[in-house]
């Protein structure tokens, strides 16, 4: 879990002669792996955007009930 000390840590290394020591975390960010070519990044946001979907409008959006129904990775 990341807590505001840590992120303040690494905001004190940006533009010192430690900053290439964030080049590790930088290349995870951007993971292009993908599964049925749908890439992780999008896989992994689609259940977030659901939830806040379920707690904005009070309902799962028609898509997740879709998937839900056909046991597909994506309707």
């Known amino acids: ?3 505001l ?3 303040l840590r690494v905001c004190k290394l940006i ?3 430690l900053e290439h020591s964030l080049d590790s975390q930088r290349a995870r960010r ?3 792996s993908s599964v049925s070519g749908i890439s992780v990044a ?4 689609e259940p977030i955007l659901h939830m806040k ?5 009070g309902s799962l ?3 997740s009930v879709e ?3 056909s046991g597909s990775v994506r309707a």
């Open 61 to 63: 959006p028609q898509s």
């Open 53 to 57: 979907h379920f707690q904005s409008k």
């Open 67 to 69: 998937q839900i129904l």
């Open 15 to 17: 533009t010192t002669p």
């Open 30 to 32: 951007f993971d292009t």
């Open 5 to 7: 000390d840590a992120l």
């Open 42 to 45: 999008d896989l992994g946001c």
């Open 1 to 3: 879990m990341n807590t």
